[in-house]
């Protein structure tokens, strides 16, 4: 996996804005994202063409993210190519991921921190990255209760 540095992740700033306006193509602001909107980008599906802005913003491997959205790749490919949209499970996991991903920001201070740290394994997650953990709901609590450990002096 490539770490990500201080040049890449300022660079993968405009990869998120693309995430967003495909998620939100009505031209919400990303700001206001809650429960509710989410469901609402759920219920309209969200595009396979989030793929590559979401590769690239984390710096990672389009086989990694179709791995962490438990997708078959020749399928995924076939879909990006026909704009198809993704299946449910996958398309809340990528809303929980950035969802993570924000927390993560409030809590490190640092949007470099946040994806460096979203991206290493860690002991508490049997070695797995908060990325992957987020792959299901239980996984994601987990991560999230680290976050807030780590924010407010609790146990890890």
């Known amino acids: 996996m490539q770490k990500p540095t201080a040049a890449n992740v300022h660079s993968a700033k405009p990869f998120l804005s693309e995430v967003w306006s495909i998620l939100c193509p009505d031209g919400k602001d990303r700001r206001s994202f809650s429960t509710a909107q989410a469901l609402q980008i759920l219920k309209r599906g969200v595009s396979s063409r989030v793929i590559n802005?979401?590769?690239?913003?984390?710096s990672?491997?389009?086989?990694?993210?179709?791995?962490?959205?438990?997708?078959?790749?020749?399928?995924?490919?076939?879909?990006a190519s026909k704009d198809q949209p993704l299946p449910r499970h996958s398309a809340e996991t990528i809303l929980r991921?950035?969802?993570?991903?924000?927390?993560?920001?409030?809590?490190?201070?640092?949007?470099?921190?946040?994806?460096?740290?979203?991206?290493?394994?860690?002991?508490?997650?049997?070695?797995?990255?908060?990325?992957?953990?987020?792959?299901?709901?239980?996984?994601?609590?987990?991560?999230?209760?680290?976050?807030?450990?780590?924010?407010?002096?609790?146990?890890?």
């Not at 990672?60 to 879909?79: C, H, N, P, Q, S």
């Not at 490190?108 to 953990?133: C, F, I, N, T, V």
């Open 60 to 79: 990672m491997a389009k086989g990694e993210l179709i791995d962490i959205l438990e997708l078959d790749r020749t399928t995924v490919l076939r879909w």
């Open 97 to 156: 991921v950035l969802e993570l991903k924000d927390v993560a920001v409030d809590v490190l201070e640092s949007e470099e921190e946040s994806l460096a740290w979203m991206r290493k394994a860690h002991p508490l997650l049997d070695g797995q990255s908060p990325l992957e953990a987020a792959s299901t709901s239980y996984g994601s609590r987990v991560v999230k209760e680290i976050l807030l450990a780590i924010k407010y002096g609790g146990v890890v």
């Open 53 to 58: 802005p979401l590769v690239a913003y984390f």
